[in-house]
């Protein structure tokens, strides 16, 4: 298992490039599934999570060829219609497959995600989606099977709650459905509306994504197309409280500012120097004061983040204040708390709220990563950290970050890779 040995105090000072989004190729991946026609996709992130898609869809029978980050994927004939527990286990995500393959096939048999390190994460929400549109759900040895001998149909469905992968799993299941499919109570996430592009690219009838009513006229076939994924925004968030953890300046380029927006305000109240040269680029810099505590709570898309709640905690470690934070998305998302405790960190958990009291000089530490962005946070502690933090379990990391160790380094961080 790898980990990072990072050594702290260092300010990041440079240009910093974002690769695609994880959480916009997944579903993407998945939609290649809907069609027996050609689909490039570009700017494909070589995160783990990638593979894990990338493996499934190998298993399903499609095949693929890779040019650096372009993939053309050709799904002409589906030799299976089932996702096993071996691929499943590994990454959540993999439950995209339903809806495409419910709608291509009739057919669907998805291993039932197990719980995860950050929370339950059910996805009830989905099957009764799928239900609405006229499928047959039903579950048996640790496997989800969706039947729709008859096609799918459009239907209304209201969301009980805002699910991202929901809407997503639900907006493929419908583009091929006949009649008019409504989501109500839909995610908004640029992620929704990327691919919300793709698919109407590949000649699906989607309207609305990106407010939370979107309305899919189901089509008899779709084709093929050439889609660009859009940038990581919390890979570019991270890389923003970077620069402002370490006191430098920072120019993270290749990124969408316009899908920052909640990020960028809090770190402003927090009294970092957040500008926009560009609409592709952000550029930070340390405060001229002492950095402030601004209490944050998580909120669905337009706000902040539940991905970016673990990185803005290891900046108000290091605020002036007391900063309260709130995780209202997921209901165990706070594994990062003891091990920036152990860093030094002064953080008491109540509930759903972490309160966080800042000016605490951080130490360096081994410490063990949990899950994607909590990994995250502890190398944002370990870069302004006094002395050699080893973060290990650093796989949790690679899921979702391309080569975090490489550019963190490109701009002067002291950080490097151990392999045991
Ligand atoms: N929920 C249910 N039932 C469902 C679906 C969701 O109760 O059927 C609950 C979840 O347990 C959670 C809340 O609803 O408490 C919201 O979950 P959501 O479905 O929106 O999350 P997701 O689609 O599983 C995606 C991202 C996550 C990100 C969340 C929230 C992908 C592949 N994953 O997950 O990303 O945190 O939305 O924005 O898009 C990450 O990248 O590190 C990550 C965890």
Redesign the pocket.
Same mark, same amino acid.
């Given at each position: 298992m790898d980990r990072f040995l990072i050594r702290g105090g260092v300010p990041l000072k440079g240009k910093i490039q974002v690769g695609g989004s994880?959480?916009a190729a997944?579903?993407e991946l998945a939609a290649i599934l809907l069609t027996d026609k050609k689909v490039t996709l570009d700017r494909v992130p070589d995160v783990w999570d990638i593979s894990t898609m990338l493996k499934l869809l190998r298993h399903l029978g499609v095949e693929s060829e890779r040019k650096g980050g372009k993939i053309t994927f050709f799904a002409a004939k589906l030799t299976s219609d089932e996702a096993p527990y071996e691929i499943v286990k590994t990454m959540?995500?993999s439950s995209l497959v339903l809806g495409p393959l419910l709608a291509r096939t009739g057919r669907a048999r998805v291993s039932i995600p197990g719980g995860c390190a950050?929370?339950?994460?059910?996805?009830?929400?989905?099957l009764k989606a799928f239900e609405k549109l006229g499928a047959i759900i039903s579950q048996e040895h640790g496997y989800i099977e969706a039947r729709a001998p008859q096609g799918l149909k459009g239907a209304t469905v209201h969301f009980d709650?805002?699910?991202?992968?929901?809407t997503e799993d639900l907006m493929m299941a419908a583009v091929l459905a006949s009649g008019e499919t409504v989501i109500e109570n839909a995610?908004r %996430?640029p992620?929704v509306q990327d691919l919300a592009l793709l698919l109407n690219n590949m000649g699906a009838r989607v309207q609305g994504a990106g407010t939370s009513v979107i309305r899919i006229r189901g089509v008899g076939k779709l084709h093929g197309a050439k889609h660009e994924i859009i940038a990581d925004r919390?890979q570019a968030g991270t890389f923003l409280v970077a620069g402002a953890i370490t006191g430098g300046d920072l120019l993270v380029e290749n990124c969408r500012a316009d899908h920052l927006s909640a990020v960028v305000f809090k770190l402003q109240d927090a009294g970092v120097e957040v500008t926009s040269p560009k609409p592709t680029s952000l550029r930070v810099r340390a405060s001229q004061g002492p950095l402030q505590a601004v209490d944050m709570s998580t909120e669905?898309y337009p706000g902040f983040?539940?991905?970016m709640q673990a990185q803005y905690m290891a900046l108000m470690t290091q605020a002036s204040g007391i900063s309260v934070i709130a995780e209202n998305?997921? %209901?165990n998302r706070f594994m990062h708390v003891q091990e920036l405790a152990r860093m030094g960190a002064q953080i008491q958990v109540q509930g759903r709220r972490a309160i966080v009291r800042g000016d605490a000089p951080l130490s360096g530490a081994a410490v063990m990563a949990s899950?994607?962005?909590a990994s995250a946070s502890l190398v944002l502690a370990g870069l302004v950290a006094k002395g050699e933090t080893i973060v290990e379990r650093v796989y949790h990391i690679d899921r979702?970050y391309e080569s975090i160790e490489t550019k963190l380094a490109d701009v002067g961080a002291r950080i490097e890779r151990q392999s045991e």
């Amino acid at each position: 298992m790898d980990r990072f040995l990072i050594r702290g105090g260092v300010p990041l000072k440079g240009k910093i490039q974002v690769g695609g989004s994880k959480n916009a190729a997944l579903p993407e991946l998945a939609a290649i599934l809907l069609t027996d026609k050609k689909v490039t996709l570009d700017r494909v992130p070589d995160v783990w999570d990638i593979s894990t898609m990338l493996k499934l869809l190998r298993h399903l029978g499609v095949e693929s060829e890779r040019k650096g980050g372009k993939i053309t994927f050709f799904a002409a004939k589906l030799t299976s219609d089932e996702a096993p527990y071996e691929i499943v286990k590994t990454m959540r995500a993999s439950s995209l497959v339903l809806g495409p393959l419910l709608a291509r096939t009739g057919r669907a048999r998805v291993s039932i995600p197990g719980g995860c390190a950050i929370g339950a994460r059910p996805i009830d929400l989905h099957l009764k989606a799928f239900e609405k549109l006229g499928a047959i759900i039903s579950q048996e040895h640790g496997y989800i099977e969706a039947r729709a001998p008859q096609g799918l149909k459009g239907a209304t469905v209201h969301f009980d709650r805002i699910t991202v992968t929901g809407t997503e799993d639900l907006m493929m299941a419908a583009v091929l459905a006949s009649g008019e499919t409504v989501i109500e109570n839909a995610a908004r %996430e640029p992620e929704v509306q990327d691919l919300a592009l793709l698919l109407n690219n590949m000649g699906a009838r989607v309207q609305g994504a990106g407010t939370s009513v979107i309305r899919i006229r189901g089509v008899g076939k779709l084709h093929g197309a050439k889609h660009e994924i859009i940038a990581d925004r919390i890979q570019a968030g991270t890389f923003l409280v970077a620069g402002a953890i370490t006191g430098g300046d920072l120019l993270v380029e290749n990124c969408r500012a316009d899908h920052l927006s909640a990020v960028v305000f809090k770190l402003q109240d927090a009294g970092v120097e957040v500008t926009s040269p560009k609409p592709t680029s952000l550029r930070v810099r340390a405060s001229q004061g002492p950095l402030q505590a601004v209490d944050m709570s998580t909120e669905e898309y337009p706000g902040f983040p539940t991905d970016m709640q673990a990185q803005y905690m290891a900046l108000m470690t290091q605020a002036s204040g007391i900063s309260v934070i709130a995780e209202n998305i997921f %209901e165990n998302r706070f594994m990062h708390v003891q091990e920036l405790a152990r860093m030094g960190a002064q953080i008491q958990v109540q509930g759903r709220r972490a309160i966080v009291r800042g000016d605490a000089p951080l130490s360096g530490a081994a410490v063990m990563a949990s899950d994607l962005r909590a990994s995250a946070s502890l190398v944002l502690a370990g870069l302004v950290a006094k002395g050699e933090t080893i973060v290990e379990r650093v796989y949790h990391i690679d899921r979702g970050y391309e080569s975090i160790e490489t550019k963190l380094a490109d701009v002067g961080a002291r950080i490097e890779r151990q392999s045991e």
